[in-house]
């Protein structure tokens, strides 16, 4: 049973490119979030999505977006990096419950 | 927004005591409170979790307590042993729905000493 994986897992990305950070549930959940996570902060919602088809802002959207095709993925897009986007990202999912995370992509924009 | 916080930024403990990490909460309206541990270089694992209508709640080796009228909360873990070295972030659940949307608090590193 895999949970979730995110992919990359690192990378280092030059300012003004676009980025697709993946991440795929195989529990069948149906409500997916994204999070980052900066030096010495806890986590932060960048968007979440309820189900397949829907999704909504967080607490910190700006220069984020994502899309929810089907109920396992849930991709989040940088459009065009700043480097106040490097961070560690996590892709979490839960049913109605505790939410599970992923084991988070380190994000580097230079 | 209301946000969860106030953590101690470290807490030592020595191998075989007990530990107590606090958090307190302002959001009066919040009815989940969630622990998760997170250790270095992966995502944050869920610990126990508590809802407002209780007070008290306990796991394996670990116990939540939620005191509402002054917004604490407090994770306690018995006989810390070396692999409960990590951050905790106690979390608030502000959308008892489908899709929660958790507030962290800046978390407390415990670190067990031999």
């Known amino acids: 049973i895999a949970g979730i994986t995110q992919a990359p897992t690192s990378q280092i990305l030059a300012a003004g490119r676009r980025m697709t950070l993946r991440c795929t549930q195989d529990?069948?959940?149906?409500?997916m979030y994204w999070y980052r996570q900066d030096l010495g902060l806890g986590l932060r919602l960048i968007h979440y999505s309820n189900t397949a088809g829907t999704t909504g802002k967080g607490e910190v959207p700006d220069g984020y977006s994502v899309s929810r095709a089907n109920t396992d993925d849930f991709p989040l897009t940088l459009a065009s990096a700043v480097p106040s986007q490097t961070s560690v990202y996590f892709c979490?999912?839960?049913?109605?419950?505790?939410?599970?995370f992923g084991p988070g992509t380190r994000l580097t924009v230079l | 927004g209301e946000s969860v916080g106030l953590h101690l930024p470290t807490l030592s403990v020595q191998e075989g005591d007990n530990s107590i990490i606090n958090c307190a909460y302002s959001?009066?309206?919040?009815?989940?409170f969630i622990w998760y541990k997170q250790e270095s270089g992966k995502g944050p694992q869920f610990i126990i979790d508590?809802?407002?209508?209780?007070d008290k709640r306990q796991g394996q080796r670990v116990t939540v307590l939620l005191n509402k009228t002054v917004k604490h909360l407090s994770l306690q873990i018995a006989a810390t042993q070396p692999g409960d070295s990590a951050v905790y972030f106690c979390?608030?659940?502000?959308?008892?729905?489908?899709?929660?949307?958790?507030?962290f608090g800046s978390g407390t590193q415990l670190t067990v000493l031999p």
């Open positions: 508590i809802r407002s209508n209780m």
């Open positions: 959001n009066s309206a919040s009815d989940y």
């Open positions: 979490a999912s839960s049913e109605g419950g505790e939410q599970f």
């Open positions: 529990m069948r959940h149906n409500a």
């Open positions: 979390a608030e659940n502000k959308w008892p729905g489908s899709a929660r949307q958790l507030t």
